[in-house]
C-alpha cells in the first residue's frame, strides 16, 4: 500500500488562473487538504462543476473532472455516483450556477440525498460573466444588469436546502482554514448529500460583501461557530449566548455570565432552530447547521438492484454479459 498522499499531491501542473485575491484560491488549499486528511485517493475521487468562476475547480486538483455546463452538475454528478457508489464526487458550483439555471438539478440532488458532497461558492454575484446581479444578490445591489440597484428578493441557500429536505447543510468562510476544514470533514464522512455554502469574496464585482461579518477584527463578535451538544455562545471570551425567546419564537443575543442556562445548546437535528440560525443576521451561524443522517439514494437504489451495489469484475464480464450476443 502506498503511502498517505498529501495536500500537495492533490496539487496539478496547472496554472491556477482566478483573479490575484480571489477567495477561490484559500478554498482550494481547504480542500486540498481535506483530501489528504481523509485520506483520499486521486482514482477514487472526483469532481464535477458547471459553468462560473469556481466552476475551473476540477482543472485544479489532481483527480478525476468534470468540467459540466451551465448548471448541471448535479445531473451528471448523479450519473456518476450511481454508476460507480464508491467514489468520493464533489460538486462545485456557485450561487448564480447552482441557484439560477441549475436551481432545479440541485433541488433534486438534495431531495434525493445522494452521496455527493456540493460546494457552494457564494459571492452574490455573477463574476464571470462581467457582475450581473445573482440570485443571492441583496436588493439595491447595483451591477451591469440591475444599474438601479436590483429589486429581487434574494435566495437563502440555506432555507433553499432544507425546503428541499435536505439532510445536511453547514457554512464555512473562503478565509478560515479552521472553519472550512472541519465542514468539509463532516461533510465528506456524511452518507447522503452535503451542502456547504462558502462566502467567497469577489474582489472585482462585490469586493466585501460579507465584510459586515468576516471581517477578522469583528469575528468574535458576528460569527456563531457550532458544535454539536455545545452551548450556543460567541463574543469575547465566549461571553455572548443564543436564546430562543419562546414568546416571539425569535433567537435573541444574551449574557452568558449573567444568564447560562438561557443559552441554547445546539442540536444539529433540530430543523426548526436550525431554520432561525440560518436567518440570523448577527451574529451569522458558522459550521454544522443542519445534519440529520438518512439511508443514500445509491444505498436504496442498489437494495433492490441485481448487484447489491457490486460492481462488474472485469469488462470481459461486462461484454460477455446477457445483453451481449456473440455472432460467427
Given at each position: 500500500m502506498s503511502d498517505k498522499l498529501t495536500a500537495k499531491d492533490f496539487e496539478t501542473s496547472q496554472d491556477v488562473r482566478w483573479c490575484p485575491g480571489c477567495g477561490d484560491y484559500a478554498v482550494l488549499k481547504s480542500v486540498t487538504k481535506a483530501l489528504a486528511d481523509v485520506g483520499a485517493s486521486r482514482e477514487n475521487t472526483a469532481f464535477v462543476s458547471g459553468i462560473g468562476c469556481a466552476s475551473r475547480f476540477p482543472l485544479y486538483v489532481e483527480t478525476y473532472g468534470f468540467h459540466?455546463?451551465?448548471?448541471?452538475?448535479?445531473?451528471?454528478a448523479t450519473g456518476l455516483k450511481l454508476a460507480n457508489p464508491e467514489l468520493d464526487v464533489w460538486v462545485v458550483t456557485g450561487d448564480g450556477d447552482g441557484l439560477?439555471?441549475?436551481?432545479?438539478?440541485?433541488?433534486?440532488a438534495l431531495r434525493r440525498n445522494i452521496g455527493l458532497k456540493i460546494l457552494?461558492?457564494?459571492?452574490?454575484?455573477?463574476?464571470?460573466?462581467?457582475?450581473?446581479?445573482s440570485p443571492t444578490s441583496r436588493i439595491g445591489t447595483t451591477s451591469p444588469s440591475s444599474p438601479g440597484g436590483s429589486v429581487d428578493s434574494p435566495i437563502s441557500p440555506?432555507?433553499?436546502?432544507?425546503?428541499?429536505?435536505?439532510?445536511?447543510?453547514?457554512?464555512?468562510?473562503?478565509t478560515d482554514k479552521a472553519g472550512m476544514s472541519h465542514v468539509l470533514l463532516q461533510a465528506h464522512a456524511f452518507q447522503g448529500t452535503s451542502l456547504?455554502?462558502?462566502?467567497?469574496?469577489?474582489?472585482?464585482?462585490?469586493?466585501?460583501?460579507?465584510?459586515?461579518?468576516?471581517?477578522?477584527?469583528?469575528?468574535?463578535?458576528?460569527?456563531?461557530?457550532?458544535?454539536?451538544?455545545?452551548?450556543?455562545?460567541?463574543?469575547?471570551?465566549?461571553?455572548?449566548?443564543?436564546?430562543?425567546?419562546?414568546d416571539t419564537l425569535e433567537l435573541e443575543v444574551v449574557d452568558a455570565s449573567t444568564s447560562p442556562d438561557d443559552?441554547?445548546?445546539?442540536?444539529?437535528?433540530?430543523?426548526?432552530?436550525?431554520?432561525?440560525?440560518?436567518?440570523?443576521?448577527?451574529?451569522?451561524?458558522?459550521?454544522?447547521?443542519?445534519?440529520?443522517p438518512a439511508i443514500s439514494y445509491e444505498a436504496a437504489f442498489y437494495a433492490h438492484h441485481p448487484s447489491r451495489m457490486q460492481r462488474t469484475k472485469s469488462i470481459g464480464d461486462f461484454i460477455k454479459g446477457p445483453s451481449s450476443w456473440h455472432v460467427d
Open positions: 459540466t455546463i451551465h448548471g448541471r452538475a448535479p445531473a451528471i439560477s439555471i441549475g436551481g432545479n438539478h440541485l433541488l433534486h457552494l461558492f457564494n459571492n452574490e454575484i455573477y463574476g464571470l460573466t462581467k457582475g450581473q446581479y440555506g432555507q433553499f436546502a432544507l425546503g428541499a429536505g435536505a439532510k445536511f447543510f453547514a457554512r464555512g468562510v473562503d456547504i455554502e462558502i462566502f467567497q469574496n469577489c474582489i472585482v464585482y462585490n469586493e466585501d460583501v460579507f465584510a459586515s461579518f468576516t471581517d477578522r477584527k469583528n469575528a468574535a463578535n458576528t460569527q456563531l461557530h457550532l458544535k454539536h451538544g455545545e452551548p450556543m455562545l460567541f463574543g469575547e471570551n465566549n461571553g455572548k449566548g443564543i436564546h430562543l425567546n419562546r443559552v441554547l445548546v445546539h442540536d444539529e437535528a433540530n430543523a426548526t432552530i436550525a431554520r432561525l440560525l440560518i436567518d440570523q443576521h448577527l451574529p451569522v451561524a458558522m459550521g454544522v447547521i443542519y445534519r440529520q
